[in-house]
């Protein structure tokens, strides 16, 4: 952990945290409404603000996690720093990849 | 020693790293220290027993040892205060190599010290006027918060995170390193800055506040990270740090 991932680290979990205040409310409206699937794919495919919503999200959670799991695969997996990054950094990808694809199966038209 | 109220089970550790704990029986005084205990066994049952101490009036931070799992300054803590029913476990600090019995090698506890740029870097000739400083400003006020460090190493040996990361500078020489880049006097402020702030620098601190509960100074190494991390993270943005 140095100064550049610390920052990365803060400032992605500081711009997420509002937007999993909204993310929570999203879900109460839809449970509140009993909304279908159907109802929320409705609402969301062609959405561009949806979808750069959860994009953004999505990129950030990537940023976030793999910087964390890097640490904790160092302190408490005793792995080399190279060797954390790399494997931070597949998991980092992987979970942009999966995360990029569910924003695409809900808002694509 | 047969009357059991007046005995103390004392296990202390012995060898180096692969040796182990033995019992011995130490008769209980009143307002006993640690290190009383220690020293008594070293006189009466086995002079061969390896310990660290110098002051013992909790000056010179040689004498500290784990206590009962926690790391103490031995020479001022009583027996009284952390024997669990008349049992007490004495053991060399943690986090560092044992040399032998209770003695620990505190190079690397140093060695951090150096990395982390801890020793003062003057300006001034003895020529120049003495620097005026206000025992009010806010950089005195934050040196005075954080200087009184006796280096005993306590925090270092109850810190997680040093013993999880063996290139955590740790909260001492941290703790050193932010009183020093709050003395105006100092000309190395963005050197050291940049020492903390790499890798194994200050961002590696979970703020677990460990250091801070058991430093005998009552020092907040914690505190003083944070500062450092407040100042890092702003000379980053900046553009005057490069990691
Ligand atoms: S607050 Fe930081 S320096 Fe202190 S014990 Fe926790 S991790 Fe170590
Ligand atoms: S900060 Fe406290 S616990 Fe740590 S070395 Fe200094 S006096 Fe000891
Ligand atoms: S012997 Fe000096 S601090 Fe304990």
Known sequence: ?109 | MSNASDVLQVSLWRGGAEGGFKTYEVPLRPNQTILDIVTWVQRNLDATLSYRFACRVGMCGSCAMMVNGHPRWTCRTHVAKVAQKGVVEIAPLANMPIIKDLAADMRQFFDKWVVAHGAFAGSKTRADEIELIKPAEPARVAVDAAIECINCGICYAACDTVRWNPEYLGPAALNRAWSLNNDVRDADHAGRLAAVSADGGCHNCHSHQSCQAHCPQSLNPTRSIAGLKRLSTQAYLRGDLKP
């Open chain 1, 1 to 109: 952990m140095n100064v550049r991932f610390y920052i990365w680290q803060r400032a992605t979990a500081a711009v997420m945290l509002p937007m999993i205040l909204v993310h929570l409310v999203v879900i109460f409206y839809a449970m509140n409404h009993q909304l279908t699937a159907a109802d929320i794919l409705s609402r969301t495919q062609g959405s561009i603000a949806w979808g750069l919503f959860y994009g953004l999200f999505v990129v950030l959670a990537s940023i976030h996690a793999s910087i964390g799991v890097s640490n904790i695969l160092r302190e408490w997996g005793h792995m080399k720093a190279r060797l954390a990054e790399m494997a931070a950094s597949a998991l980092g990808v992987t979970l942009l990849v999966l995360g990029l694809r569910a924003v695409a199966a809900v808002v694509l038209p």
